[in-house]
């Protein structure tokens, strides 16, 4: 990992996440986006508690990425703060750092940081100042690691079943709306990779669980129906684990969400 020092005022082209006005969107289930107005269920927000307990300390600092986005396995971002620090702490899982940054003392400042790993999966990537008199706010941004975004479009709607990580992910603009835990085929039926279209909900039972999706395949200018589903299950502890004849499975209360907010028509990613 690298690092750059520069001022505030030299980084002002950059869009910030201000972490200390984005908390209390976060606290109600929001992710705050770019876009004006733009606010949407967040995947795993933190519990108000730890907000009340940041809410004491210094401000915390900002970054330079949005909560809610897919990355690839390395991210590079920036971090500032109007507030003087003798070290910037980033973590990306629990509460220890995986780096720390050592500044010279000043009033304002901003640090590039280049290619710092990520774990797989759903994450959050955590960043605190440090100086004399303690430790500040946390700034949290979660996000998502699933492997590349080349096949996750700039813009628009898709949804992505990432076998390794098992989750389901309904992204729009390269943003996580939401993601569900899932199971996948068994290694004698694997769920089958590539690119499907989306079918609409129909009402179902037994082990499909309480509705089904059809996944279509393209053939040729068609669409057409194969035998796989994103469906529900009568067999909520398989979730998580290589399970199905190939269908992707979901909870049942997971899948009634992903009908209500999954449009038919989305073209599925599996890989």
């Not at 813009?155 to 079943?161: A, D, E, M, P, T």
């Not at 669980?209 to 589903?229: D, F, K």
């Not at 009568?234 to 290589?242: A, H, L, Q, R």
Request: glycine letters at 8%; charged letters at 15%.
């Amino acid at each position: 990992m690298s690092l750059r020092l520069h001022s505030v005022a030299g980084a002002s082209r950059r869009r910030f996440v201000a972490c200390g006005v984005a908390a209390v969107a976060v606290s109600a289930g929001l992710a705050v986006l770019s876009s004006p107005a733009a606010a949407f269920p967040l995947d795993g927000a933190p519990s108000r508690a730890s907000l009340a307990t940041a809410s004491a300390l210094a401000p915390a600092p900002h970054v330079s990425i949005a909560s809610g986005r897919v990355v690839s396995g390395s991210l590079s971002f920036e971090v500032s703060a109007s507030e003087p620090a003798s070290s910037v702490a980033i973590s990306t899982g629990g509460e220890r750092p995986v780096r720390t940054i050592e500044l010279s003392d000043e009033t304002t400042w901003s640090v590039v940081v280049d290619s710092i790993d990520l774990p797989y999966g759903p994450l959050w990537l955590t960043v605190r100042t440090r100086d004399a008199s303690g430790t500040s706010a946390p700034c949290r941004v979660r996000l998502y690691n699933v492997g590349t975004v080349a096949d996750i479009p700039v813009s628009g709607r898709r949804v992505l079943v990432d076998k390794r990580a098992m989750r389901a992910y309904h992204v729009l603009n390269r943003r996580v709306l939401r993601s569900w835990p899932v199971a996948t085929g068994m290694p004698s039926a694997p769920t089958p990779k590539g690119l499907f279209r989306l079918g609409a909900p129909q009402p179902s039972g037994g082990p499909w669980g309480v509705l089904r999706r059809p996944l279509q395949r393209r053939s040729g200018s068609r669409w057409v129906r194969t035998s796989y589903y994103i469906h529900g299950t009568n067999e909520p502890w398989s979730i998580g684990m290589m399970a199905s004849h190939g269908c992707v499975r979901m909870f049942n209360s997971h899948v009634r969400e992903f009908a209500r907010t999954v449009p038919t028509g989305v073209l599925v990613r599996i890989r």
